[in-house]
Nanobody
Framework: QVQLVESGGGLVQAGGSLRLSCAASGRTFGTYAMAWFRQAPGKGREFVAAISWSGGSTYYADSVKDRFTISRDAAKNTVYLQMNSLKPEDTAVYLC????????????????WGQGTQVTVSS
């Protein structure tokens, strides 16, 4: 079992930055691929970024490439999402997810989910 708790969301002006954290519990955290998804009001869940269990491979959605960076700290059982040059369209609840199946871009790969943290970007 893996439990995920996100933090770091908030209100920021367009062009600003935020760093989200996802703290994981469970002895096998190091073997899971991890990802961030987001969900805006009235919209479906959208893939943002993913990182392999080793940290050696990363995927990004085209909409966030070159602005967001995903990373993981195995010693702290934590995954981060550094978000720079934020835009109003980045406003959403950001959810952390863990996969025992491997690295993927769709929510069906991920079998553990956090509750989410709200990110609001004002124009």
């Amino acid at each position: 079992q893996v439990q995920l708790v996100e933090s770091g969301g908030g209100l920021v002006q367009a062009g600003g930055s935020l760093r989200l954290s996802c703290a994981a519990s469970g002895r096998t955290f190091g073997t899971y691929a991890m990802a961030w998804f987001r969900q805006a009001p009235g919209k479906g869940r959208e893939f943002v970024a993913a990182i392999s269990w080793s940290g050696g491979s990363t995927y990004y959605a085209d909409s966030v490439k070159d602005r967001f960076t995903i990373s993981r700290d195995a010693a702290k059982n934590t995954v981060y999402l550094q978000m720079n040059s934020l835009k109003p369209e980045d406003t959403a609840v950001y959810l952390c997810a863990a996969s025992s199946y491997g690295l993927g871009r769709t929510s069906s790969y991920y079998n553990y989910w956090g509750q989410g943290t709200q990110v609001t970007v004002s124009s």
